[in-house]
T-cell receptor
Framework: EAQVTQNPRYLITVTGKKLTVTCSQN?????MSWYRQDPGLGLRQIYY???????DKGDVPEGYKVSRKEKRNFPLILESPSPNQTSLYFC???????????FGSGTRLTVV | GENVEQHPSTLSVQEGDSAVIKCTYS??????FPWYKQELGKGPQLIID?????GEKKDQRIAVTLNKTAKHFSLHITETQPEDSAVYFC??????????FGTGTLLAVQP
């Protein structure tokens, strides 16, 4: 089944403790992206990647890192999480730029 | 920068009625406009999209219209059913590598 898989689905952590949210797609898509969803703000793009080793900032990149060492994987790294990063995170992928994204099921992160 | 505005933020309709959600975009170079449906506890799912060389697209009870001159596009759902209840997001992009979303519309279809 074609899908985007994120892990974990739920995560509670403490301020400053580094964490990684994994994302993997099995559709051989070139484009991958991370979004965060907050009430009243919709989906805001954090980072995106056009291909292996090619990444760029979205609209809200502060406090986040990404890497794209393999085509299928696009992990999101929070080096020093803060409470304002408490949010619902979605990974997404698409075959090309002007094409709809396939979204993962989301990761609900709480930073205390 | 690029911006997509979406209205209304909430919409309540009676089963069988039509629902319309509207979006405007700021980047005149945008050429791709998808619509997503997000059910509770799930990720957004693409339901329909339109490109800038087309003015209207239909898929059964769902249609999207695009007015490039005015830079706005709309989602139309006819004969609404309770299972249409969800949050709907519009998006705009294609000119750059970014896909910008609106803030979402919570649609409630009352049986």
């Amino acid at each position: 089944e074609a899908q985007v898989t994120q892990n974990p689905r739920y995560l509670i952590t403490v301020t400053g403790k580094k964490l990684t949210v994994t994302c993997s797609q099995n559709m051989n898509h070139e484009y991958m992206s991370w979004y965060r969803q907050d009430p009243g703000l919709g989906l805001r793009q954090i980072y995106y990647s056009m291909n292996v080793e090619v990444t760029d900032k979205g609209d809200v990149p502060e406090g986040y890192k990404v890497s794209r060492k393999e085509k299928r994987n696009f992990p999101l790294i929070l080096e020093s999480p803060s409470p304002n990063q408490t949010s619902l995170y979605f990974c997404a992928s698409s075959h090309k730029r002007s094409e709809g994204y396939t979204f993962g099921s989301g990761t609900r992160l709480t930073v205390v | 920068g690029e911006n997509v505005e979406q209205h209304p933020s909430t919409l309540s309709v009676q089963e069988g009625d039509s629902a319309v959600i509207k979006c405007t975009y700021s980047d005149s170079a945008s050429n791709y406009f998808p619509w997503y449906k997000q059910e509770l506890g799930k990720g957004p799912q693409l339901i329909i999209d339109i490109r800038s060389n087309v003015g209207e697209k239909k898929d059964q009870r769902i249609a999207v219209t695009l007015n490039k001159t005015a830079k706005h596009f709309s989602l139309h759902i006819t004969e609404t059913q309770p299972e249409d209840s969800a949050v709907y997001f519009c998006g705009g992009g294609g000119a750059t590598n970014k896909l910008i979303f609106g803030t979402g519309t919570l649609l409630a279809v009352q049986p």
